[in-house]
């Protein structure tokens, strides 16, 4: 004994440890670790992919607790091992305080042949006449089969709404929701008036009680629907004794229907589903059930059966089918709801042994993320320096990103999405060429006046530094210089009028001067160059007039 605990001890430390990682290594794909239960009630199927459509690889036993991965985005359950295994999260509980997990042993199906396909047929999931039921959401019939060559058409399994408009379930009875699977006969074309759809069940064998109760529920619903037999099959002729018929528009849900049968000898159940006269006649059938003890014809108006009740033998309780789930206990995220279901005993036998198993059953549930606050990743490489010689600076980023994207983003991430700093480049940087101070201005180019004269000065460059840009600027500079004042030679002035001929008659000479002038102030220079300042010039003036004493 103590040598198993310590065995399933490692298992679930094991379990736990394999959880740990895959949260750590951010795969992407998981939410969570937990810990659930098969229910009491079925065996869990195993898929080979999160798929209600994938193969059933095998089943795990009822009351059975394990570790798993929750899929993110799927309602579907990761097994943890060796081999990627899938079982639905609806089908769990969560584990009780005193659980103990193990490491589930999934039980193989089979692969189908023909050497195999008798003893599969007589299945139907009566291991326990207490516990046959068949709820088609294994993606299967259980071992209920069509019956070839004496009908028109086949049942057919099928979940959500079924494709025809006005007519037929939204969902299964089981789940309530596109989860789960039922049967149903198609109305609309190629069917006619009348056709007819049979399925049948293996063989039920003899018990000790005379009396078995067969449970179904329908849903009869459309403007054309048709008919719904029940037939109590015995020494293999079809279609058997009528024992339950219902007809015409139902209304849009599911309904429980039940009859009595005898169990004296050993028998099979056929379902017969008969075209109305429209399209809108789709006839659907889930959660197949038969049991042991005396039950009342539901609906009675649907009672073809001649069987009584004459037993006193103590009838046990048999489940009613399950409520629906209650609210999930979060408003976001992976919470738990329940659902209930009751014990219920035949009105006119005694009551014999209570149920087995629980009432109620939990399951996650999940039906938004909760808002998740922004965090940051990683600090990006920093930039290039900003500059290529000397000091400059660099940056890098970061992004506020949603830990998970399908989930609402919450609160902004906090301080700053750069980062600057400073940084040195080794290279030298270049430097410009500066100037000199100027030298002194040259000699002036005149002696004396006006003249001009100039300075320069050098563009110095640093010593041992890469040479930058030249020096912005003149060089050279050039100015005017006065001296003193120069020496100004004499000018002519403008000669002035002649001067009257110097004789009164007869020819003469007349003259004229003009003087050699210095301007006021000015440093006396050469005379004036030229003939002198007098001029003279022959003048004639009246005849001379001879008088003669």
Known sequence: ???????????????????????????????????????????????????????????ISTNTCLHGELVKGKDWLLLLGS??????????????????EIEPNIIRMPKRTEANHNTDHKRFLLDSINQAQ??????????????????????????????????????DHTTRNSSGSYIFTESSAPRNFFDTAWIQSPTIEVTSDPVHCFRFWYHMYGS????????????GGLPGKFVWSLTGDQGNSWKEGQVPLNSNQSYSILLSGVIG??????????????????????????SRTDVKNTTTTPVNGHWSAWGSWTACSVSCDIGQHTRYRTCEYDKVA???????????????????????????????????CSATCGDGLETRGRKCVNPVPAAPLGKACEESVNEIQTCTNTTDCPVDGYWSEWASWSTCSVTCGHG?????????????????????????????????????????????????????????????????????????????????GNETQPCSTAICTNTFP
């Open 350 to 384: 005694p009551h014999g042994a209570r149920c087995s198993g629980q009432d109620r059953e939990m399951s996650f549930c999940s039906i938004s993320y909760c808002p998740r606050d922004g965090v940051w990743t990683g600090w990006s490489q920093w930039s290039t």
């Open 134 to 171: 068949c709820n088609f959401d294994v993606n299967s019939f259980c071992s209920w089969r069509n019956v070839h060559g004496l009908d028109d058409f086949d049942w057919v399994l099928y979940g959500s709404s079924t494709p025809t408009d006005d007519t037929g379930p939204d969902f």
């Open 224 to 235: 054309s629907i048709g008919r719904l037999n029940v037939y109590q099959v015995t020494n």
């Open 452 to 532: 001009d004269r100039s300075r320069n000065r050098t563009c110095l460059f640093e010593q041992g530094k890469p040479r930058g840009h030249d020096c912005v600027g003149q060089g050279l500079q050039t100015g005017s210089c006065t001296e003193s004042d120069c020496p100004v030679d004499g000018l002519w002035s403008p000669w002035s009028p002649w001067m009257a001929c110097d004789v009164t008659c007869g020819n003469g000479t007349q003259s004229r001067t003009r003087n050699c002038i210095y301007p006021p102030d000015a440093v006396k220079g050469k005379d004036c160059v030229g003939e002198n």
């Open 277 to 302: 006269n429209g399209y809108q006649g789709d006839i659907a059938v889930d959660d197949i059930n038969v049991s042991v003890g005396y039950c009342e014809v539901k609906p009675s108006s649907a």
């Open 83 to 100: 081999s990627y295994y899938y079982i639905k999260i609806k089908k769990l509980i969560a584990c009780p305080n005193d659980r103990v």
């Open 1 to 59: 004994m103590e040598a198993s605990k310590a065995s399933m001890s490692l298992v679930t430390l094991i379990s736990l440890l394999t959880c740990l990682v895959l949260l750590l290594s951010g795969a992407g794909r998981v939410i969570a670790c937990v810990c659930v239960c098969t229910p009491s009630h079925e065996a869990t199927p195993v898929y080979r992919k999160s798929d209600s459509l994938s193969e059933i690889v095998g089943h």
